[in-house]
């Protein structure tokens, strides 16, 4: 694992000048380098890292300085191919369309610009909003067990969105980044950060997407959610990166006082993804929903890890997980809820379900509970097995052949995820996405 000379102070301080960053900006890169270098790799004998599988992973041959793009008043400017893959794409507020390190197009809604939203690139957030930034850059915090990949994400930001909503705004329509590659050897660090002042409401969608890139490529994006006092934040991730693609992702949401949280990560593609998700109810009557589906096969390895951090009283968490997985894929969950001293009343649950669709394929699900405080309820439940012998035997015994029925108990599996998602056009990015898995293969499911 490896560094070169790509990765240095130079490549920090190229990337800085590509947006006229402000001093403080700069500076914070480059304490943030000099962070990374003191921290050692992640330790596969840490129970955090003993189930990710990072042989084959390297910094070398990578940059974190791929060819500047430049900035395109409309989607005219965005390479076909990955208008392409964008698909869909409804009513927006906000759009912003990143290819590799550079944004190359944003833009921001009438309703958006008249509640006084600001959304730009996070580098030149910083620079043209210093009073909205840089009090709140970073102070979500980073779990241990990420530090030596966020530090690294830090110096070497790329693009990234900052959203601020402010007090009292609903923003009706949604705000969208889209993340494009464009060839092998690339590095990116998106940021994105979204701050909901009290009473505000947003709904944000994230995706990752490349055509077949032909070589290693590394995204590790980081996350941070500010939801203030009332406010009603959701926000839908969706990764699709080809197979040569390593993903470390860490996302991190304060939630206030009767404040709520929906949060969505689906994984579909990817070498190996790896995915942080923390909530922090941090004032009363906050609550968290959390859902998440993936479907693996060939060698794909996902590890998705999450927290329900329960700090003020009568707050909410729930956890929703659900996989398919096939060939010789894997999947491991680990998930924590944390009941803290004087989080009274709090209410907590997590789920994961997996469907095995090959015999090679492995799944390794373990929540654990952490309870500080009194009068609380919270349980989890998780299961690993072949789809329903009864449900294939029922939709046998109607006249459906073997392979549909199994295809039908698939879809239907991840239908509870699928129907919470809010966003019609992204339910059926999810629907097509679980299609061509099933396609796979030449159409076969196992």
């Known amino acids: 694992m490896g560094v070169d000379g790509t990765f240095g102070a130079d490549a920090v301080r190229e990337l800085a000048a590509r947006s006229g960053e402000p001093d403080w900006f700069v500076a914070r890169r480059l304490r943030s380098l000099e962070r990374f270098g003191s921290l050692p790799w992640p330790d596969p004998s840490l129970e955090e890292w003993r189930h990710t599988d990072l042989s084959g992973f390297s910094l070398d041959g990578l940059t974190p300085l791929p060819p500047r793009r430049a900035r395109a008043s409309n989607l005219d400017g965005v390479p076909r191919e990955a208008l392409a893959r964008m698909g869909e794409v409804g009513e927006r507020e906000g759009l912003a369309v990143q290819v590799d390190a550079d944004v190359v197009h944003l833009s921001l809604g009438r309703e958006a610009r008249a509640a006084g939203a600001v959304f730009a690139p996070l580098p030149e957030a910083a620079r043209d909003h210093p009073d909205l930034v840089q009090g709140i850059l970073g102070s979500a915090g980073t779990p241990a067990s990420e530090e030596k990949l966020t530090t690294l994400a830090d110096a070497f930001a790329s693009g990234g969105t900052f959203l601020h909503v402010p007090r009292g705004r609903r923003l009706r329509a949604p705000v969208q980044s889209f993340r494009w590659l464009s060839g092998p050897g690339i590095a990116v660090f998106p940021r994105v950060v979204i701050v909901a002042e009290e009473g505000a409401s947003v709904t944000y969608i994230e995706e990752y997407r490349a055509g077949e890139l032909g070589g290693p490529a590394l995204a590790c994006p980081v996350v941070e959610i500010y939801a203030g006092p009332g406010a009603d934040v959701s926000f839908l991730t969706v990764q699709d990166w080809p197979g040569t693609v390593w993903h470390f992702q860490t996302q991190r949401a304060i939630v206030g006082r009767d404040a709520s949280l929906r949060s969505l990560g689906a994984t579909f593609g990817g070498r190996a993804s790896r995915a942080v998700v923390e909530s922090v109810m941090d004032g009363a009557g906050g609550s968290s929903e959390m859902l998440g589906v993936y479907f693996a096969d060939s060698d794909q390895r996902f590890s998705y890890w999450s927290l329900q951090d329960h700090r003020a009283p009568n707050t909410r968490s729930t956890l929703t997980l659900k996989g398919a997985l096939k060939g010789r894929s894997r999947a ?39 309870i500080e405080a009194n009068q609380v309820r919270c349980s989890h439940a998780t ?36 129907d919470r998602t809010g966003v019609p056009e992204v339910r059926g990015a999810l629907e097509r996405a679980v299609e061509s898995e099933l396609e796979r293969d030449g159409g076969k499911v196992g």
């Open 332 to 370: 491991v969950y680990r998930g924590l809820v944390h009941i803290q001293k004087g989080a009274d009343q709090a209410d907590a649950y997590q789920v994961n379900r997996n469907l095995l669709l090959s015999g090679e394929a492995k799944a390794d699900p373990a929540p654990f509970l952490e």
């Open 383 to 418: 299961s690993v097995g072949q789809p329903p012998a009864d449900q294939l035997f029922y939709l046998q015994s109607r006249g459906i052949p073997p392979k549909e029925a199994e295809r039908l108990v698939v879809k239907g599996f991840f239908q509870e995820v699928l």
